[in-house]
């Protein structure tokens, strides 16, 4: 039987780690020491592994499991009587509900077009797609506060990994003067992978975010389209007090969210698409 | 508020309706009753759609959504009066954690449910938080209305106690007793 101890010191701190480093809950120094220390320790490595395995097991087990088919009814039932009846009543009326239901989808006293979104196709969608990048910069740049980091390109590649590794020169060179790369790395929020740079200008902080798409694509909208050029449509529009621009290729949507007035974002967006776009292209194929 | 006006109802059901898998499964193992798990779901819903003129654009609406749900389940706890942390065997914990025992490798979803199910309460519900529906320690914090530090603790514990289950379940049966390593240590 082969038997592993964790009897080295570095391999105890890693070890109490590891449920945040698979939560990307770290922060980037701890990240960096606990994958150098995973490259070179079998035994550390098999923890990981052990434990990611698990985690995807019972997420695979756990999600199988779906609502029920009456509920969504049920839960749309309730939300027009605007209060809830008991278990009993409900078992007892579920057919009349049922009929209820059909009689009140004809018979709708307002005339609305149907409830349940079908995905993003309209103009409110767009701006959902744009809130996705949004989302990311508020959760890591500015809760996280990574804007004062000044990771090298060796750092920011071993965050990154070997397939966007190659965005750090591309960034820097095109980026202009007076721009700087705070950190590219990895993160996740509400369960969707990014890949995020915080840039920096003077003491001004955003963020190039990067994810794949997830059945989203814009609805072409001219009202949103900010800048047409060299066949990337650039989308802009200003949320909760951010100045939200972004594109999208074959597989990934890509995002700039700042403060700065929305001339300037959407200037730095401009610069970056296009190379951007390049890089992702060559990735995709 | 999400849209500048009073909100409509096909508003709220095209944002939120398209969560209800999501929190049903949760609620449903959380409580260990499907019957349960499907009225504090409708009722939660219900208190989403209430205040629903507070939600704002940017902001998460599946993440407020839980928080709701777990609102309602804490609310729901209460007034049954039978809910206990299963922190009171802290020490068995404890010593059931001091050795870890190999995760075999063939494992079927009946034996990460069951496996999940034998979790303490406040354990399980921070796994399925994190691992299952993918949120921030910071957001389970805010759901379940307990510390960071909390939420790390009972996830780490939760974890180690699945994999043990995991194990003793798999040696009963026979499986991976002796090809998988042997791994001691307190994870």
């Known amino acids: ?285 | 508020m999400l849209f500048g006006r009073k909100p409509k109802l096909e508003d709220f059901e095209a944002a939120a309706l398209p969560h209800l898998n999501d929190l049903y499964r949760t609620a449903r193992r959380v409580l260990m009753d499907p019957t349960e798990a499907e009225d504090l779901v409708q009722e939660a819903f219900l208190q989403a759609w209430k205040s629903f003129h507070r939600f704002e654009l940017g902001t998460n609406c599946r993440a407020w959504l839980f928080k709701i749900l777990f609102h309602v389940i804490q609310h729901h706890r209460r007034k049954m009066a039978r809910f206990g942390t299963g922190f009171d065997d802290e020490t068995i914990i404890e010593n059931t954690l001091a050795y870890q025992a190999p995760v075999p490798e063939e494992l079927r979803d009946e034996d990460f449910i069951a496996a999940m199910d034998k979790l303490p309460p406040a354990y399980r519900e921070a796994v399925l938080l994190v691992d299952v529906e993918e949120f921030a320690y910071r957001e389970v914090a805010e759901m379940v209305g307990i510390p960071v530090g909390t939420v790390m603790s009972r996830l780490s514990r939760g974890r180690a106690l699945l994999r043990k289950e995991l194990a003793d379940q798999a040696a009963a049966y026979g499986i991976g007793n002796q090809e998988t390593k042997e791994v001691r240590g307190k994870a």
Not at chain 1, 194 to 215: C, P, Q
């Open chain 1, 1 to 285: 039987m082969n038997v592993i101890r964790f009897e080295n010191h570095q391999c105890r701190k890693v070890l109490k780690y590891l449920d945040a480093y698979i939560d990307n809950e770290l922060t980037v120094e701890t990240t960096q020491e606990t994958l150098s220390h995973l490259e070179t320790c079998a035994d550390c490595k098999a923890a990981l592994d052990d434990r990611l395995r698990v985690r995807a097991g019972l997420r695979n087990a756990v999600r199988r499991e779906t609502a029920p088919p009456q509920l969504r009814e049920n839960v749309r039932a309730t939300l027009r009587r605007g209060s809830m009846a008991g278990r009993y009543w409900l078992s007892a009326a579920s057919v009349l509900l049922a009929v209820g239901l059909i009689g009140f989808a004809v018979l709708r006293p307002w005339n609305n077009s149907p409830t349940i979104a079908k995905g993003p196709q309209t103009v409110t969608d767009n701006t959902l797609i744009l809130t996705v990048g949004l989302n990311d910069h508020v959760h890591c740049t500015i809760e996280k506060d990574f804007a004062h980091k000044n990771l090298s390109n060796e750092q920011m590649a071993g965050l990154l990994g070997p397939d966007y590794a190659g965005l750090v020169p591309v960034i820097r060179e095109k980026i202009g003067a007076g721009y700087e790369i705070a950190i590219g790395h990895r993160c996740k929020y509400q369960g969707r992978e990014y890949i995020h740079f915080v840039l920096r200008k003077g003491d001004t902080a955003f963020s190039l975010v990067l994810t794949k798409k997830n059945g989203e694509s814009f609805t072409r909208d001219p009202r949103l389209i900010a800048l047409e050029a060299s066949g990337v449509s650039l989308y802009q529009t200003n949320l909760q007090k951010h100045e939200v621009a972004a594109f999208e290729t074959r597989d990934h949507l890509v995002y700039i969210v700042s403060e700065m007035p929305a001339a300037e974002n959407l200037e730095v967006a401009a610069r970056l698409a296009l190379p951007v776009k390049e890089f992702i292209g060559r990735m995709e194929g």
